[in-house]
């Protein structure tokens, strides 16, 4: 697989900390206006999200006691920056739980790289990792490592596991830090993963360089280590199906429904070519809100008329507004993304929140949605 293909299959850690700012808020309205601006947008807040992230976390680590964190300290922190929050005692006892210490290094292309940690909760696999340049004298600059994590368990599928990395951070001892999320491939998330099998973290390459005049070293660095999910559960919300709004949105060019299906690949276009975006706002009816220690699983249905070229798969989208109030630390859960589709095999459509950091369903005291407030059932 070449670089450039790595780079379109893998996705950025940061887009968790920027999707929900881009989706629709039934109290608001898009932060976006045509697809093409919109994807430019969401670049550039990517980019700024990398970069506040890691200065983040910078100043909560501290460049001097690096060496000195365990994972689940390194974790806690790393959260805590991440979500902008205060971690309570659940949710720091959740992680504890969760972190194992790694420490596996391998030494390949000039470069030596060390999984450090990882934690898991199930869904998710975050790892900690240092990149050092063993010259000792190569500037580091946005230093990123691209591979593939999968699962020895024999019946695990391949694509169990997508994601790719976030930009590091340098250090002062010449070493880049970097979190790597994978997450569950969601046409998976119904089956139960097997984590007493070790999972094999490949590195295929890394790159480092400032923009434009990136370098490339092949790896692999091939790391094979095991994580136990942390304790959560999951917490069902919804007694009874509740209706809400949800929202569409309908393309137009030059007064005319729109295709996308029908542009050519690598056109762009925008309203200087008489491209159009129109929202509307319609009743959708809430059957379940599922919560997790990383996030919630909200489905819904919609019975309404679909415009022309549209079908099931175009929406609407239902928005971000999930309220979780949390006894202790910052008071509430930082909801980092939001994102979903259509789901054939269920007829319904899915939205999945996913949390900065890993909350303890036992100090969930409150949740708000759309305004409605919803009463958990006995978890």
């Not at 990123?144 to 002062?172: C, I, N, V």
């Not at 809400?244 to 925008?270: C, K, S």
Request: charged letters at 25%.
């Amino acid at each position: 697989m070449t670089r450039e293909e790595w780079t379109e299959a893998l996705g950025g850690i940061a887009d968790r900390h920027v999707t929900a700012a881009l989706r629709y808020d039934p109290d608001g309205a898009y932060a976006s206006g045509e697809r093409s601006t919109d994807m430019g947008k969401r670049k550039n807040i990517k980019r700024m999200a990398v970069l506040a992230l890691a200065a983040a976390l910078v100043l909560a680590l501290g460049v001097t006691a690096y060496a000195a964190l365990d994972g689940a300290e390194w974790f806690r922190k790393w959260f805590a920056a991440s979500s902008g929050t205060e971690l309570t005692e659940g949710q720091m006892e959740y992680i504890d739980h969760a972190a194992a210490d790694v420490g596996q290094s391998v030494t390949t292309g000039g470069w030596t790289v060390t999984l450090d940690s990882a934690m898991t909760d199930g869904e998710h696999v975050f790892m900690n990792l240092t990149a050092r340049p063993e010259d000792g004298e190569t500037e580091l600059h946005n230093t990123d490592l691209y591979g593939l994590l999968t699962s020895t368990d024999p019946d695990a599928p391949e694509d169990l596991f997508y994601g790719a990395a976030m930009s590091s951070f340098d250090q002062k001892d010449g070493a880049a830090i970097q979190l790597v999320e994978k997450t569950v491939h969601s046409k998976y998330l119904d089956r139960d993963i097997d984590f007493s099998y070790p999972l094999v973290l490949t590195l295929e390459y890394l790159e480092n360089g400032p923009d434009g005049e990136e370098t490339y070293v092949e790896g692999p660095w091939v790391f094979e280590f095991t994580v136990t999910p942390g304790e959560g559960g999951e917490m069902e919300l919804v007694t009874e199906p509740f209706t809400a709004r949800a929202r569409f949105v309908h393309t137009y060019l030059n007064g005319e429904p729109f295709d996308w299906t029908t542009l050519e690949p690598g056109t762009m276009i925008d309203s200087d070519d008489g491209l159009e975006t129109r929202f509307e706002d319609v009743d959708v009816t809430v059957t379940s809100l599922r919560l997790n220690s990383m996030g919630a699983v909200c489905t819904y249905v919609y019975e309404g008329e679909y415009a022309q070229y549209e079908g099931p798969e175009s929406g609407p989208d239902i928005g971000a507004s999930l309220d979780i109030e949390l006894a202790g630390g910052s008071g509430k859960a930082d909801i980092a993304s939001a994102g979903g589709g259509w789901e054939e095999a269920q007829q319904v459509h899915v939205t999945r929140y996913e949390f900065g950091a890993p909350i303890d369903l036992d100090e969930v005291t409150a949740v708000t949605f759309q305004g409605h407030e919803l009463m958990a059932q006995e978890k």
